[in-house]
């Protein structure tokens, strides 16, 4: 059994698989607790539901077996705080890549096929994960993180020839200055950097599917916990 938050079926918005047809499978909790979290619903005492399901793993895959999904993404709340073996080996059962998205802080367990990991500097990623990274999605809260999360990938031993996707933070998304200082760093620098985006927010990808949770974005000063 697993608590989850919420699963659904859409497409992944984001990072090299972006535009596939994804199913999510978000998991409750989340230690990490950025200010300008997303899925505050998933561990945020203003947003939680009074209720969190507990689903069985052969609940979650009959789900996924009803689509046409080319992978299902595991994601949070931080899902590396849940021993994933169990439902990795499931969705291979049917056929399924298991993808997962963390921020690395955590040990990950499960046989995954493809691992993003998004470091937080509010809690550092293990050296041990960012071995395991396929691509890294740096979300830029401020000019600053550029330099910062670049500094904080070569320190803990990242292999320079993975993808490093830089994201706005979604409540600067129409922050010129901050889209100019990504713009500059990738022309720059080059090669691992990519220019990321949430494309499915764009869409409305995720509403489509009347299960995902509304959406529950905190914003906030990067500069602060909770
Ligand atoms: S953004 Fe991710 S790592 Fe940060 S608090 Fe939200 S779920 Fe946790």
Redesign the pocket.
């Known amino acids: 059994m697993l608590p989850i938050h919420e699963q659904f079926y859409t497409f992944q918005g984001e990072g090299a698989h972006a535009g596939r047809a994804a199913y999510f499978i978000r998991t409750f909790g989340?230690p990490?607790?950025?200010p300008w979290?997303?899925?505050a619903g998933?561990?945020h005492p203003d947003y939680i539901p009074k209720h969190i399901n507990r689903l069985s793993i052969e609940t979650l895959v009959d789900e996924v077996a009803k689509t046409k999904a080319e992978i299902t993404v595991i994601t949070?709340?931080?899902p590396a705080i849940h021993d994933l073996t169990k439902l990795v080996d499931a969705l291979h059962g049917i056929g399924q890549k298991a993808h997962l998205e963390t921020?690395g802080a955590f040990t990950i367990k499960g046989d995954l096929d493809w691992v993003t990991l998004s470091p937080?500097r509010w809690k550092l990623p293990l050296a041990e994960n960012i071995a395991l990274a396929d691509e890294f999605k740096i979300i830029v809260d401020r000019v600053e993180a550029l330099d910062e999360y670049s500094q904080m990938l070569s320190d803990l031993g990242a292999n320079p020839t993975i993808p490093v996707w830089l994201h706005p933070e979604w409540s600067q998304h129409s922050n010129q200055a901050l889209l100019d200082a990504i713009t500059e760093w990738i022309k720059s620098h080059g090669a691992p950097y990519r220019a990321g985006w949430q494309m499915h927010k764009n869409y409305a990808a995720d509403l489509k599917d009347a299960r995902s949770a509304p959406a529950a974005p905190l914003g906030g000063d990067p500069t602060q916990g909770y």
């Open positions: 989340c990490v607790h950025c979290c997303d899925s998933t561990w949070g709340g931080e921020s937080k």
